[in-house]
Structures are given as structure tokens and as C-alpha cells.
């Protein structure tokens, strides 16, 4: 027996349409911030995926049958080519969009971030009553610095 999907909504359409431009932006202004930081960007591959899936056009055709395949072609996912689910797959991709959420949240603070750079890179002279600074400054540099996955630094869920 065939199931029939409905077309997705103009409104959801609509939120698609939008996330494809929020996740694009975001993979160009984490490109950027990290390349300002001077360090790896520990979220390139996860963003990248995201706005790979975000791109999928499922506008037209069977919707579901559309979404499904963006979700093998970009996380490996084989609900398309199954036809069945596996909770570890619907477990991996709420995984997924929590950690996409969290890096949004963190690139809210690019400009925050780029002002804490400057600050660290900043030479102050040598005097003792500039010590307690310096030692912030290096502090600062050094999780500036640590963006690795599961640093202190890195965004967690």
C-alpha cells in the first residue's frame, strides 16, 4: 500500500526556506570568527551538514519521500532507502539539530568574541601593578585558543 504525503505547508515552507539562509550565513560567519581567532573551527563539519540539509528543496514532489533523502545524503541516515526509522538515527538527529541550536547560540557572541581576542592580543607594558591583568589576558588567550570538542570552551548541550 502507497501512503500519499501531503504538500508541506506555505508556512513551513516558508521556516525552511529561512533556515537555509540562517545556516548559510552561520557557516560563513563561523568561517570567518575562527579564521579572526586564528584557530580551527571545531563546528565547520556540523554546520556544513546542517545547511547541506537545510538546502534540500522539498517543495516540490513527495515532501517526506525528499526530506528523507537529504537526511541519508547528509547524515547517512537510511529511513530513505529502508523505509523503516531506527531510534538511533531519531536519537542522532535531535542530537544533531541540540548541538546546531547551541552553535547558533555561541555565534550570537562573534562580536563579543572578536573584542576578547583584540584584548588578549593587546602587549602591555611590563610593571607590577599591571601583573593581575596580564594574567587575565593570558587566561583569556589561552580559551580563546581551546575551541576543541569538548573543551571547556566548547558549547555543550
Known amino acids: 500500500m502507497t501512503t500519499r504525503h501531503l504538500p508541506i ?12 539562509d540562517e545556516s548559510a550565513r552561520s ?4 568561517r570567518a570568527l575562527f579564521e ?22 522539498v517543495s516540490s514532489g513527495d515532501d517526506i519521500a525528499l526530506l528523507l533523502f537529504a537526511l541519508e545524503q547528509g547524515f547517512g541516515y537510511q529511513a530513505y532507502s529502508t523505509g523503516n526509522s ?25 562580536n563579543e568574541l572578536r573584542i576578547a581576542h583584540e584584548y588578549a592580543q593587546h602587549e602591555l607594558p611590563e610593571a607590577k601593578e599591571l601583573q593581575p591583568i596580564q594574567a587575565q589576558q ?11 570538542p569538548g573543551s571547556s570552551t566548547r558549547m555543550s548541550g
Do not use: C, H, W
Not at 9 to 20: H, I, N
Not at 39 to 47: I, K, M, Q
Open 36 to 57: 579572526a581567532l586564528g584557530t580551527a573551527n571545531p563546528y565547520d563539519v556540523e554546520l556544513a551538514q546542517m545547511a547541506k540539509l537545510f538546502e534540500a528543496d
Open 138 to 148: 593570558k587566561d583569556l588567550a589561552e580559551k580563546l585558543a581551546d575551541f576543541a
Open 27 to 30: 557557516v560563513k560567519i563561523a
Open 9 to 20: 505547508s506555505e508556512e513551513a515552507t516558508g521556516s525552511l526556506r529561512r533556515r537555509k
Open 86 to 110: 531506527a531510534q538511533q538515527e531519531i536519537d542522532d538527529l535531535g542530537n544533531r539539530i541540540r548541538d546546531y541550536r547551541n552553535v547558533l547560540r555561541f555565534l550570537r557572541y562573534e
